[in-house]
């Protein structure tokens, strides 16, 4: 800690996430030892009073916690293999995107060496980071997550999940997967009323709309499968959507439109109705996705 209490901290990789966590450390008034591949991309954060380290070893060297936010975990890898003895009695956050297999992984290789090891999810884009809408998963050390607290307090919400390390980017995975089945769902609309010289903007609001109006089945699905009752007052039932869904190809292919974003979900819909559970709402196509 320095005099005003503030934990010093080493940031690995200065890319747009990484400059903007040590924006956000700085801000807090936390020392912060900087470190990038291309030292250039270090200038942002030296001009804000960042520390920066001509190698590795120094950046390991500086601080007792390191945070990584580099491009994938194959890059921390090269990054920190040729330097690993100094992650010895570090206190290791990752907050670079990967699986939760890469995770568990990543912790046994840093607990063989000595480091106590945090995984971690952004939620947020770099704009975001310091503001109270951006939040991380976490997962891992508890340690590490105390320790820590504070540094990582200041890129905005926190939310530990518990000691698997896999259970930060299984979260994060799991968001991202909503939000591209989100965005799957507005690029086929836009092209689909586009089709038709229909303008986006004037579209847009509908979508928006519909959207948020259709957004309550999230809740209605939880309910569903935390009873593991998929036919109990249903109001639009699979037999009935799995009929109406291949119009939504058809409609495409008439306006000279792929639909290859949505086609996968009509097979899951004609399995789950053929073994006699066309009563059941469409959650309970979630079964057959169970490998
Ligand atoms: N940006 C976002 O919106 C966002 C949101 C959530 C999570 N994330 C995650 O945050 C992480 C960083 O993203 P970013 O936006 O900062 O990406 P970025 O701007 O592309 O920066 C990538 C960083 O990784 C470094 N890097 C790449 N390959 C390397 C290697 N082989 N060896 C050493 N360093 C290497 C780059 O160093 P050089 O400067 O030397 O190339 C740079 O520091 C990623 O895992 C990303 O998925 C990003």
């Given at each position: ?236 039932n699979l037999a009935m959507q799995a ?49």
């Amino acid at each position: 800690m320095t005099e005003h209490g503030k934990t010093p901290v080493t940031v690995l990789g200065l890319g747009a996430m990484g400059t903007a966590l040590v924006e956000a450390l700085l801000a807090a008034g936390h020392p912060v030892t900087a470190w990038n591949r291309t030292a250039s991309r270090a200038e942002v954060v030296a001009a804000k009073g960042a520390s920066v380290a001509s190698t590795i070893d120094e950046a390991l060297a500086a601080n007792e916690i390191v945070i990584a936010c580099l491009l994938d975990y194959d890059s921390v890898h090269e990054v920190l293999d040729p330097a690993a003895a100094g992650l010895r009695g570090r206190l290791f956050v990752n907050l670079t995107n990967g699986t939760p297999g890469q995770a568990r992984e990543m912790s046994a290789w840093a607990d063989g060496l000595g480091a106590e090891y945090l995984d971690g999810g952004i939620m947020a884009v770099p704009p975001m980071i310091g503001s109270p809408a951006a939040f991380i998963f976490y997962s891992g050390s508890g340690t590490v997550f105390g320790r820590a607290r504070t540094a990582l307090d200041t890129f905005g919400g926190t939310n530990y999940l518990g000691a698997d390390p896999g259970l930060a980017p299984l979260h994060d995975i799991a968001l991202l997967s909503g939000m591209y089945g989100h965005f799957i769902g507005v690029i086929q609309a836009f092209a689909l009323v586009g089709s038709a010289g229909v303008k986006a903007k004037d579209f847009a609001p509908l979508l928006r709309g519909w959207m948020d109006a259709m957004s309550g089945f999230t809740e209605r699905a939880a309910e569903q499968l935390d009873d593991g009752d998929y036919v109990t007052d249903v109001v639009s039932n699979l037999a009935m959507q799995a009929a109406a869904f291949p119009n939504l190809a058809k409609a495409a292919e008439e306006q000279g439109v792929s639909a290859e974003l949505l086609t996968p979900l009509q097979p899951l819909m004609d399995r789950r109705v053929a073994a006699g559970h066309g009563d059941e709402d469409l959650i309970g196509v979630i079964e057959l996705l169970k490998k």
